[in-house]
Structures are given as structure tokens and as C-alpha cells.
């Protein structure tokens, strides 16, 4: 008897250690999840820009692009984007070197150019309301503010996620949960750029030019 009791009290004391490990999170499933979730995002830019494609040329005799749009000022705005994507990527590499204090840096700083993007972002929405083309004014307007707009509350977002990541680096260090975040923020972040080129290409150039 004592020996089958000493079995189920070792069995017992193994039990928590049991349950710790299930609970630990597969990194897999993870980036897999957020993959889809960014399919996704695809698809909603894709029918943003498909719609833009229709719409883009009914002015309703209000201004058209080359009226509106300021290039340069959208070429820096772009820049400031296209910086944001180097210095996450220095974060990342610092995050890989477990050096905790130039990962917060360059986080910082990436932030605070997504925060001057979606500045200017605002700026050109204002300016153009102000003019009278507000989203209202023509189907070419509607279209627009729609794509630029949703583009920009995703860079707000991940604005804020960072600012999240941050506060749980400073706190808990890079550990593995962490870099976990912090890759799945980086496939977010250079997924906007890219989307961004796509929006400077089609949309501010296109509409100039064309």
C-alpha cells in the first residue's frame, strides 16, 4: 500500500509541471494565425484599391487628383514610412543580439515616424476638407479617403502596438513570448509599407500623371 501511494504522490507532484507545459504557447500556431489574419488584410486592401480603380476618374465636376495632391509633400510623408521600416528592422536585429536598451531605441524611433506619417496623413486630409473636397464632394473623393484612411488607422494601430511591445520589453526583457510579439509587429509594420507603395504608386502618382 505504501508503495502504491508514494507512486500516486509522485505522479501528483509531476501533474503541475504537466499542465505548465500545455500551457505554454506553440510559436508556430502564432505566426500562422497572424499570417492569416494578414491574408485578410490583403483582401480588404485589394477590394479598397479595385474600388479606387472604378471610382478614381468620377470627379462629379469637383477637382480632380492633379488639383488636390501635393507630391512632395506626400513624397516625404512616404519617407518617413519607408525610415520606419529601417530602423524596425535595426530593432530586430537588435532584438537577435538580446541587446534590450537599442531595441527599445530603435522602437522609439520607429515610432515616432509612424507618428509623423499618420501627422502629415491628417494634415492633407484637413487641407483638403478645408478646400471643400471632402469625401462627400465626388465618388473619386469617397474612394479615396477611404483607402489612405484605412491605411492610416492600421499605422495608428500599429503605433500603439508598439507602445505596448515597448512597455513589455522594458518590463519582462526579450524574452521568448516577447520576440514572438515583436516579429509578428515586423511582418505588420513592412506589410503597410509595402501597401503604402502600392497607395503612392497607384493612387497619388497614377492620378497625377494620368
Known amino acids: ?22 500551457e505554454h504557447h506553440p510559436e ?17 486592401f485589394a477590394v479598397l484599391f479595385a474600388t479606387h480603380g472604378v471610382l478614381g476618374r468620377n470627379y462629379a465636376a469637383g477637382p480632380s487628383p492633379a488639383d488636390l495632391f501635393d507630391l512632395p509633400l ?36 520607429t515610432a515616432l515616424f509612424g507618428i509623423a506619417f499618420v501627422s502629415l496623413e491628417l494634415y492633407e486630409f484637413a487641407h483638403m476638407i478645408h478646400e471643400g473636397a471632402g469625401p462627400q ?6 474612394s479615396f479617403f477611404t483607402l489612405v484612411g484605412t491605411h492610416g488607422l492600421h499605422v495608428t494601430s500599429g ?3 508598439m507602445f505596448v511591445l515597448m512597455a513589455q520589453v522594458a518590463k519582462h526583457g526579450l524574452i521568448p513570448e516577447n520576440k514572438r510579439r515583436l516579429m ?11 501597401v503604402w507603395i502600392g497607395v503612392f504608386s497607384f493612387v497619388y ?5 494620368g
Open 1 to 22: 500500500m505504501s508503495d502504491i501511494h508514494g507512486h500516486a504522490a509522485q505522479h501528483e507532484g509531476q501533474a503541475p509541471a504537466f499542465y505548465l507545459e500545455e
Open 159 to 161: 503605433i500603439v502596438w
Open 28 to 44: 508556430g500556431s502564432t505566426m500562422l494565425g497572424f499570417w492569416l489574419y494578414l491574408m485578410s488584410d490583403c483582401l480588404i
Open 205 to 209: 502618382l497614377i492620378g497625377v500623371i
Open 74 to 109: 506626400v513624397a516625404v510623408n512616404t519617407s518617413m514610412l519607408l525610415f520606419s521600416s529601417i530602423t524596425y528592422g535595426f530593432a530586430m536585429l537588435a532584438m537577435e543580439r538580446y541587446e534590450k536598451k537599442v531595441t527599445l531605441f530603435w522602437m522609439a524611433i
Open 184 to 194: 509578428c509587429l515586423s511582418m505588420f509594420w513592412h506589410f503597410l509599407d509595402v
Open 137 to 142: 464632394r465626388s465618388a473619386f473623393l469617397s
